[in-house]
């Protein structure tokens, strides 16, 4: 119950234990197109450029700056949390300049600050942001965040890394231009592969460049000859495609199809309402607000005078459970605990506060005892 990698299942782990074919196998370029079919499904649009990079979330990352963005540009980057911080590295390596619209870690980022920052850069190329601050467990305003993209003539470049599968997003409906997630997180595949999707305004922009994209690895451009049929032309060798990985990634965008994406939303909502009201009765404090809260990852303050480290290694050992530690600025001060993906059960409720309760009482820590499960319960169960 970390911040991800989350828990696979068996039927993803099969997957990826069938035989290993050759990338340009027919039944594999026919299980690629599936793949492409269902990632569109899973960020609700029609894209045509739609595909998962064979790279981790932070190749999706670079895929959208590298691909999008050229030296002289001006980006208006949101940061709100460690990723945001990534996304801002990612413009300046690129040689463009990043204009920061910064908010305190553990708070949404603030739509009037991103609106007077896109005013005052009348020519910003992109408005970037993170939708699930993973850091933090912060879900910020996406819809409006591409809305304000549009109205100022900039293209949206959102991360959804921990979001896709598991918060309501909605790609072609709310405008976005560039996305990209991660395979480990809410969709609960192994790591190692990351789903991006592009809008017609991205291509366009990507079609215009002045200059080469200088990643060649991450040129879409090129990618796209792989993963795509041109106008008829036969589909050509860019890297070998890692098989088995997508034979996983496949498996586990079926099971999402198979539940109902809303279902999944509704379901990592209300495992998480549980978690967060059992933590409440014990006494314990989240860092983020009701209303801003990302299901899929709580964070939750430290109480005074608990060895945090001692606290992880006895979850770890006694209950085989793992919780994520603080990142950046909150390194110390909170734990970081998943639900995402398989891992979003009311099972995994009930253990973690359970084993919480049970490892803070022996650390010494001042919480209410024999009330949080209840709590959790009747939440989990009340219909
Ligand atoms: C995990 C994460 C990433 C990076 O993904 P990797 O697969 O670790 O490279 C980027 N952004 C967010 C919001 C994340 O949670």
Avoid at 179 to 191: D, E, T, V
Avoid at 266 to 293: E, I, Q, T, W
Wanted: proline residues 5%; aromatic residues 6%; contains cysteine.
């Amino acid at each position: 119950m970390g911040p991800g990698p989350s828990d696979v299942h068996p039927r993803v782990l099969q997957a990826m234990g069938r035989p290993t074919i050759g990338h340009l196998d027919p039944a594999f370029v026919a299980m690629m197109d599936e793949v492409k079919q269902l990632l569109r499904y899973a960020f609700q649009t029609k894209n045509a450029l739609t595909l998962p990079v064979s790279a981790p979330g932070s190749a999706g990352m670079e895929a959208c700056f590298v691909n999008l963005i050229e030296a002289g540009d001006t980006v208006i980057v949101c940061q709100n949390g460690v990723f945001g911080g990534r996304m801002r590295e990612n413009v300046e390596r690129i040689g463009a300049t990043a204009i920061m619209v910064e908010d305190a870690w553990g708070t949404p980022i603030d739509l009037n600050k991103a609106e007077e920052a896109l005013k005052a850069h009348p020519g910003a190329k992109a408005l970037a942001f993170v939708h699930a601050e993973t850091s933090t467990g912060v879900l910020s305003d996406a819809k409006a965040l591409c809305a304000l993209a549009t109205k100022y003539g900039a293209l949206s470049i959102v991360d959804a890394v921990t979001s896709l599968g598991g918060s309501p997003l909605l790609t072609d409906q709310w405008g976005v231009d560039a996305i990209y997630s991660g395979s480990q997180k809410c969709l609960s595949c192994a790591p190692g592969l990351s789903p991006v999707t592009f809008g017609e305004r991205a291509i366009d922009v990507l079609q215009n460049r002045k200059t080469k994209v200088q990643s060649w690895f991450l040129d879409l451009t090129l990618v796209m000859n792989y993963w795509t049929d041109g106008g008829g032309a036969a589909r050509s060798y860019h890297h070998t495609a890692p098989v088995n990985s997508l034979y996983g990634l496949h498996e586990s965008l079926l099971m999402l199809h198979e539940e109902g994406i809303e279902n999944s939303w509704a379901r990592h909502r209300l495992n998480s309402d549980a978690l967060r009201a059992g933590f409440a009765a014990m006494g314990l404090k989240p860092l983020v607000a009701d209303a801003d809260h990302l299901p899929q990852l709580t964070a939750l303050k430290v109480p005074d005078g608990v060895d945090k480290p001692e606290t992880r290694r006895r979850l770890l050992e006694n209950y085989g459970l793992e919780v994520g530690g603080g990142l950046g600025d909150l390194t110390g001060k909170v734990w970081r605990i998943g639900l995402m993906g398989q891992s979003s059960t009311p099972a995994h409720v009930i253990l973690c506060l359970s084993a919480m309760e049970g490892t803070l009482t022996d650390m010494g820590a001042n919480i209410n005892p024999g009330v949080a499960v209840p709590v959790a319960q009747k939440i989990l169960f009340s219909d």
